[in-house]
Protein backbone atom coordinates (compact mmCIF):
# COMPACT_ATOMS: atom_id res chain seq x y z
CA UNK A 1 0.00 0.00 0.00
CA UNK A 2 1.33 3.07 -1.11
CA UNK A 3 2.38 5.19 1.88
CA UNK A 4 0.73 8.58 0.54
CA UNK A 5 -2.68 7.33 -0.78
CA UNK A 6 -5.70 9.18 0.70
CA UNK A 7 -6.74 6.68 3.68
CA UNK A 8 -2.92 6.89 5.11
CA UNK A 9 -3.31 11.10 4.84
CA UNK A 10 -6.87 10.70 5.68
CA UNK A 11 -5.78 9.06 8.86
CA UNK A 12 -2.70 11.04 9.97
CA UNK A 13 -4.26 14.18 9.53
CA UNK A 14 -7.34 13.07 11.93
CA UNK A 15 -5.81 10.90 14.46
CA UNK A 16 -2.27 12.57 14.70
CA UNK A 17 -3.45 15.72 13.49
CA UNK A 18 0.49 15.97 11.16
CA UNK A 19 0.94 15.45 7.87
CA UNK A 20 2.35 11.96 6.17
CA UNK A 21 5.61 13.85 5.43
CA UNK A 22 6.81 13.53 9.02
CA UNK A 23 5.85 10.33 10.23
CA UNK A 24 7.85 7.78 11.06
CA UNK A 25 8.36 4.56 9.87
CA UNK A 26 6.69 2.83 12.93
CA UNK A 27 3.60 5.24 12.67
CA UNK A 28 3.40 4.60 9.05
CA UNK A 29 2.88 1.21 9.38
CA UNK A 30 0.69 1.13 12.31
CA UNK A 31 -1.59 3.81 10.25
CA UNK A 32 -1.84 1.37 7.04
CA UNK A 33 -2.35 -1.43 9.48
CA UNK A 34 -5.55 0.38 10.70
CA UNK A 35 -6.07 1.37 7.13
CA UNK A 36 -6.47 -2.34 6.19
CA UNK A 37 -8.56 -3.31 9.21
CA UNK A 38 -10.99 -0.41 8.43
CA UNK A 39 -11.18 -1.35 4.63
CA UNK A 40 -11.72 -4.72 5.65
CA UNK A 41 -14.60 -3.68 8.31
CA UNK A 42 -16.15 -0.79 6.13
CA UNK A 43 -17.63 -1.14 3.14
CA UNK A 44 -16.99 2.15 0.36
CA UNK A 45 -20.53 2.47 1.26
CA UNK A 46 -20.41 2.88 4.71
CA UNK A 47 -23.50 2.21 6.87
CA UNK A 48 -25.84 5.05 7.89
CA UNK A 49 -26.03 6.00 11.35
CA UNK A 50 -29.74 4.81 11.93
CA UNK A 51 -31.03 3.38 15.17
CA UNK A 52 -31.60 0.08 15.78
CA UNK A 53 -34.73 -1.15 13.03
CA UNK A 54 -38.02 -3.03 15.21
CA UNK A 55 -36.67 -6.25 14.88
CA UNK A 56 -33.55 -5.56 15.97
CA UNK A 57 -35.17 -4.42 19.41
CA UNK A 58 -37.38 -6.98 19.63
CA UNK A 59 -34.29 -9.19 18.77
CA UNK A 60 -32.35 -7.77 21.80
CA UNK A 61 -35.54 -7.74 24.30
CA UNK A 62 -35.84 -11.58 23.59
CA UNK A 63 -32.20 -12.31 24.00
CA UNK A 64 -31.87 -9.88 27.15
CA UNK A 65 -34.98 -11.87 28.50
CA UNK A 66 -34.28 -15.17 27.30
CA UNK A 67 -30.83 -15.13 29.24
CA UNK A 68 -32.40 -13.99 32.68
CA UNK A 69 -33.39 -15.60 35.97
CA UNK A 70 -36.58 -14.37 35.95
CA UNK A 71 -36.95 -15.92 32.37
CA UNK A 72 -35.57 -19.50 34.25
CA UNK A 73 -37.70 -19.03 36.59
CA UNK A 74 -41.12 -18.48 34.73
CA UNK A 75 -40.15 -21.08 32.75
CA UNK A 76 -39.54 -24.19 35.10
CA UNK A 77 -42.16 -22.95 37.16
CA UNK A 78 -44.81 -23.38 33.88
CA UNK A 79 -42.99 -26.86 33.44
CA UNK A 80 -43.23 -28.28 36.88
CA UNK A 81 -47.01 -27.28 36.50
CA UNK A 82 -47.23 -28.59 33.48
CA UNK A 83 -45.98 -31.98 34.46
CA UNK A 84 -48.14 -31.44 37.28
CA UNK A 85 -51.42 -31.11 36.13
CA UNK A 86 -50.76 -33.83 33.69
CA UNK A 87 -49.76 -36.40 36.35
CA UNK A 88 -51.20 -35.96 39.18
CA UNK A 89 -54.50 -33.34 38.96
CA UNK A 90 -55.93 -34.50 35.81
CA UNK A 91 -54.30 -38.60 35.90
CA UNK A 92 -56.26 -40.53 33.22
CA UNK A 93 -58.08 -37.20 31.57
CA UNK A 94 -54.56 -35.83 31.04
CA UNK A 95 -54.33 -34.01 27.74
CA UNK A 96 -50.63 -34.78 27.75
CA UNK A 97 -49.66 -37.81 29.80
CA UNK A 98 -46.24 -39.03 30.63
CA UNK A 99 -43.94 -38.37 28.75
CA UNK A 100 -45.59 -35.23 27.80
CA UNK A 101 -44.43 -35.27 23.71
CA UNK A 102 -47.27 -32.10 23.26
CA UNK A 103 -44.69 -30.10 25.65
CA UNK A 104 -41.43 -31.34 23.93
CA UNK A 105 -42.85 -30.39 20.62
CA UNK A 106 -43.94 -26.77 21.93
CA UNK A 107 -40.46 -26.93 23.91
CA UNK A 108 -38.61 -27.34 20.15
CA UNK A 109 -40.72 -25.29 18.45
CA UNK A 110 -39.58 -22.64 21.35
CA UNK A 111 -35.78 -23.64 20.64
CA UNK A 112 -36.48 -23.22 17.25
CA UNK A 113 -37.26 -19.92 16.73
CA UNK A 114 -35.76 -18.43 19.78
CA UNK A 115 -32.27 -19.89 19.01
CA UNK A 116 -32.12 -17.28 15.88
CA UNK A 117 -33.39 -14.45 17.60
CA UNK A 118 -30.52 -14.94 19.92
CA UNK A 119 -28.30 -15.09 17.34
CA UNK A 120 -29.30 -12.26 15.46
CA UNK A 121 -28.71 -10.65 18.56
CA UNK A 122 -25.21 -11.44 19.11
CA UNK A 123 -24.55 -10.72 15.47
CA UNK A 124 -25.55 -7.13 16.39
CA UNK A 125 -23.12 -7.07 19.65
CA UNK A 126 -20.24 -8.62 17.98
CA UNK A 127 -20.29 -5.70 14.73
CA UNK A 128 -21.01 -3.36 18.03
CA UNK A 129 -17.61 -4.98 19.85
CA UNK A 130 -15.87 -4.89 17.07
CA UNK A 131 -16.41 -1.11 16.16
CA UNK A 132 -15.65 -0.51 19.39
CA UNK A 133 -12.40 -2.25 19.13
CA UNK A 134 -11.40 -0.21 15.90
CA UNK A 135 -12.12 2.93 18.21
CA UNK A 136 -10.40 1.73 21.13
CA UNK A 137 -6.75 1.13 18.60
CA UNK A 138 -7.29 4.02 16.98
CA UNK A 139 -6.97 5.79 20.26
CA UNK A 140 -4.47 4.06 21.53
CA UNK A 141 -2.60 5.02 18.45
CA UNK A 142 -3.81 8.97 19.51
CA UNK A 143 -2.23 7.94 23.08
CA UNK A 144 0.97 6.32 21.93
CA UNK A 145 1.67 9.01 19.19
CA UNK A 146 1.18 11.40 22.24
CA UNK A 147 2.97 9.77 24.20
CA UNK A 148 6.29 9.58 21.84
CA UNK A 149 5.83 13.36 21.35
CA UNK A 150 6.18 14.03 24.94
CA UNK A 151 8.88 11.75 25.26
CA UNK A 152 10.47 13.57 22.60
CA UNK A 153 9.79 16.63 24.01
CA UNK A 154 11.52 15.69 27.30
CA UNK A 155 14.52 14.33 25.91
CA UNK A 156 14.92 17.78 24.04
CA UNK A 157 14.31 19.37 27.36
CA UNK A 158 16.90 16.74 28.86
CA UNK A 159 19.15 17.40 26.21
CA UNK A 160 18.60 21.82 26.61
CA UNK A 161 19.16 21.39 30.54
CA UNK A 162 22.57 19.05 30.39
CA UNK A 163 23.72 21.91 27.60
CA UNK A 164 22.83 24.29 30.45
CA UNK A 165 24.64 22.98 33.56
CA UNK A 166 28.16 21.95 30.96
CA UNK A 167 28.09 26.06 30.18
CA UNK A 168 27.36 26.49 34.36
CA UNK A 169 30.08 23.95 34.48
CA UNK A 170 32.77 25.66 31.73
CA UNK A 171 31.55 28.65 33.73
CA UNK A 172 32.67 27.80 36.85
CA UNK A 173 36.12 26.52 35.83
CA UNK A 174 37.19 29.41 34.21
CA UNK A 175 36.33 31.15 37.24
CA UNK A 176 38.51 28.73 39.13
CA UNK A 177 41.63 29.13 36.33
CA UNK A 178 41.86 32.98 36.73
CA UNK A 179 43.92 34.26 39.62
CA UNK A 180 42.40 35.76 42.84
CA UNK A 181 38.87 34.59 41.95
CA UNK A 182 39.21 31.03 44.01
CA UNK A 183 35.65 30.84 45.78
CA UNK A 184 35.58 30.60 49.83
CA UNK A 185 36.42 26.99 50.76
CA UNK A 186 33.61 25.54 53.14
CA UNK A 187 35.45 26.42 56.49
CA UNK A 188 35.95 29.78 55.34
CA UNK A 189 32.45 30.57 54.19
CA UNK A 190 31.31 29.19 57.95
CA UNK A 191 33.47 32.31 58.90
CA UNK A 192 31.89 34.99 57.32
CA UNK A 193 28.94 36.93 58.21
CA UNK A 194 25.68 35.67 57.87
CA UNK A 195 27.28 32.12 57.49
CA UNK A 196 26.56 29.39 60.52
Do not use: C
Not at 18 to 31: D, K, S
Not at 104 to 131: E, H, V, Y
Not at 181 to 195: I, L, T, V
Request: charged share 20%; proline share 6%; aromatic share 8%.
Amino acid sequence: MNPTSKDIKYLAEHLLHTGVGGLAERELQALMRISRKLQSVRPEHALPDRGPTFGERLADRVAEFGGSWTFIMIFGSFLVSWAFINSELLGTRAFDPYPYIFLNLMLSMLAAIQAPIIMMSQNRQTARDRMTMIRDFEVNLKAEAAIDGLHKRMDHLTWELLSDLDLIKQGQRQLLQQPGKQPPSAPEAADQPGGD
